[in-house]
């Protein structure tokens, strides 16, 4: 007997009309950007230059291979963000449960959040966020 | 929990010991006394005393069993440590670090030795994890050391995938994460499981399997055992994986049990067995390198291990920490040996007798222990997993197998000591290196197999009082 | 809707994900396909949740299929502490190698 069959006897929710606000957010969103898109590309000034063509750095000239090496600064830098960025995660049930968790529960956050402040204060010390290095 | 706790504690304060400390020869005895705290902590626990008393029953349960095994698994640390002293400060700048890691994984260790709950199990196997996939890359010029670190990372994320996915089925079929099953689903059964919860199972054994390198899932650890500098090899070759075993061995004693009905797992485990111990003991016979030749009897010793987990009674309780005792000291002590030798193949080992005896007779003694020579630990080991396989009464040519393959065994491991005392050479030893310290630790280790193999029930009636 | 379109949406993102790591050779690739793996745990987990709570009995003490979602909290942040570690293992392998072409990854083998 197949798995799936089995299973497709327990609905997951009520009915597809729950999705309805999203539906429409999501038509919004589309609808104001093609809109958007399609004004500015009618309405819009048109100049067929070759400076149209180029990379638009800044306004400075572009120049080299956008594959070349960077410091890897840069990479500690954004895998640290990665680490201590997704953390907040246990901040959301712990938001949800705010009063029903009382002082007990606060006690934990804080003991969470001073093992991640312990974590900060060892990279800022042992120079990992140093740039003049 | 104390052992828990402290270990976490020690990790942060040996973090903060590379800036705090400027005495580099301090930090491996803080990490040193941290681990005794450890281990006299978790003793203490055994016999009632408590740091907290903190309710975590759904999540960890800490039973004698399981406190138990820390007890030797923090042993085993403490004494790999000791021996390893002078190859962690080698990784200089970092050896705080190296500690630090060694202390989280002893956290993963403690948790994997309680887990009531499955979050805890993945919990456990990724603290355990994450910290090695970083000591194995830990000799950062070396290209070996970078490649099997990512091997291991790869594999080992892959693994954690499958596993994940296993423990979402079983939650799906079972509608909880307690290792204790809950109420089966009434929706597409089987045998009075639910097909989920199967399919969940044996996917998630694949990935415990892999996790204890059991063959077929064993293809990364000759690899990355080789790659990795030798201290961290001792340390997973032996800590972590007899680890991995114990929350192998919990899952299944609650769960094969429970699901036996619907799924054939005797079947399963014993072709697993079979195939564990003859890829690791055949292929370990063809190796030129000694540490390649260790990392395959590695996979046959798992082949050991399996049986505790085929037969999963009382006898395969005792017999696997019996065996995690036996197999991780000699290991250790065959590794701790290696790193003060230059060249690792055979040729390098020969007539290390002459010039070092006492390490070539301390060897000799592992190695026997290893290949399960009666007299050392290594042959009660080996007796309680084949003594557990006769208990259950089914599948008795599986012990006649284990006899087959410990006899080939002994050929690759009489080969070492046949280097070691009946060659003529010059081995390349660091001789500065092999100071009365280590000779004596390497002593102490050998006596205890020893005393281990003379009067096995040593260890157990401990265990029981 | 029910809960078998999402068991054949996120088995649908696993296989995606292991035919990722077994045929793709730039570990970065390898990687992300493995993050796919877990994403789709995480989708079969909440739908699990959802099942698991309308199969839960009204008035009763436990709120059904709230465990998964925690897990799912936890699956993410485990793999945010992989994804640090693995891409510094990356790094330090692109500085010695220049490459990340895990064919490169052949030392060992004899």
Request: proline content about 3%; glycine content about 8%; overall charge positive.
């Amino acid at each position: 007997m197949p798995i799936l069959q089995l299973l497709s006897d327990i609905p997951v929710t009520g009915s597809t009309t729950d999705y309805a606000p999203i539906a429409l957010q999501l038509f919004f969103a589309i609808g104001f950007i093609a809109t958007m898109l399609i004004a500015s590309g009618l309405i819009g000034p048109k100049r067929k230059t070759a400076d149209k063509l180029e990379n638009f750095a800044s306004g400075i000239p572009s120049h080299g291979d956008a594959r070349q090496p960077i410091a890897i600064k840069y990479f500690l830098v954004a895998i640290l963000f990665v680490l201590f960025d997704v953390e907040v995660i246990f901040f959301y049930p712990y938001a949800v449960n705010f009063k029903g968790l009382g002082w007990t529960g606060f006690v934990e956050v804080i003991l969470f959040t001073s093992f991640f402040i312990i974590g900060f204060i060892y990279i800022i010390k042992r120079g990992a966020l140093n740039w003049e290095e | 929990m104390n052992a828990l706790i402290l270990s976490a504690v020690w990790g942060i304060i040996l973090m903060f010991c590379s800036i705090l400390v400027k005495n580099k020869k301090a930090i491996g005895y803080i990490a040193a006394f941290g681990l005794l705290t450890i281990l006299i902590g978790n003793i203490a626990e055994t016999y009632g005393t408590q740091i907290t008393h903190y309710n975590i029953y759904p999540m960890l349960l800490l039973d004698r069993f399981g406190l138990f095994f820390n007890t030797i698994a923090i042993l085993s640390v403490f004494i790999f440590v000791l021996l390893s002293l002078i190859e962690i400060r080698k990784t200089g700048k970092y050896e705080p670090e190296f500690y630090t890691l060694i202390f989280f994984v002893i956290c993963g260790i403690t948790i994997l030795t309680s887990y009531q709950n499955l979050l805890m199990l993945f919990l456990g196997i990724e603290i355990l994890s994450i910290p090695l996939y970083i000591l194995t890359g830990s000799d950062k010029k070396n290209l070996k050391s970078n490649e099997a670190s990512l091997k291991y990372f790869l594999m080992g994320a892959f693994s954690t995938g499958i596993m994940l996915l296993g423990i979402a089925l079983i939650y799906g079929g079972t509608g909880t994460f307690n290792l204790q099953p809950g109420t089966h689903s009434v929706v597409g059964t089987y045998h009075g499981i639910s097909f989920l919860e199967i399919t969940g199972l044996i996917i998630l054994m694949c990935a415990m399997a892999f996790k204890a390198s059991v063959a077929p899932f064993h293809f990364w650890a000759p690899d990355v055992y080789d790659g990795a500098p030798t201290p961290v090899t001792s340390f997973m070759a032996t800590i972590v994986k007899v680890t991995a075993f114990l929350a192998f061995f919990k899952l299944c004693e609650v769960r094969v049990t429970d699901t036996l009905t619907a799924v054939n797992w005797k079947m399963i485990f014993a072709v697993m067995i079979v195939a564990t111990l003859f890829i690791g003991n055949i292929t370990a016979i063809f190796q030129q390198s000694v540490k390649r030749m260790l990392a395959y009897s590695s996979i046959a010793q798992a082949g050991f291990m399996m049986y505790a987990i085929f037969s999963l009674n009382d006898v395969a309780k005792e017999g696997l920490l019996y065996y995690a005792m036996a197999y991780s000291l000699a290991t250790i002590g065959l590794f701790a040996t290696m790193s003060k030798i230059k060249d690792y193949s055979f040729e390098g080992y020969n007539g290390l007798a002459k010039k070092q005896p006492t390490l070539a007779a301390t060897n000799a003694i592992f190695l026997l222990s290893l290949s399960g020579i009666p007299l050392t630990a290594g042959f009660f080991a080996k007796y309680y997993m084949l003594a557990s396989v006769i208990k259950t009464g089914s599948y008795t040519w599986l012990v006649i197998v284990g006899v087959c393959f410990a006899t080939i065994s002994i050929y690759y491991y009489f080969r070492l000591i046949q280097a070691m005392y009946f060659k003529t050479g010059n081995p390349d030893t660091i001789d500065h290196e092999i100071t009365p310290f280590f000779k004596n630790m390497l002593i102490v280790v050998a006596v205890f197999i020893v005393l281990l193999g003379a009067f096995p029930q040593l260890l157990l009636n401990w265990f029981y009082f | 809707m029910p809960v078998s379109y999402y068991i054949i949406l996120a088995s649908a993102l696993f296989c995606i994900g292991v035919a990722g790591v077994l045929t793709r050779r730039n570990a970065i690739i390898v990687f992300m396909c493995i993050e796919l793996m877990l994403n789709a745990v995480n989708l079969l987990l909440v739908a699990f949740s959802k099942m698991q709570n309308i199969a839960t009995p009204p008035g009763s003490v436990s709120v059904g299929g709230s465990d998964a979602q925690i897990f799912v909290f936890f699956i993410m942040v485990v793999a945010a502490a992989e994804v640090s570690v693995g891409l510094a293992i990356i790094v330090m392998m692109y500085r010695n190698v220049h490459s990340i072409d895990i064919n490169f990854l052949n030392r060992l083998k004899n």
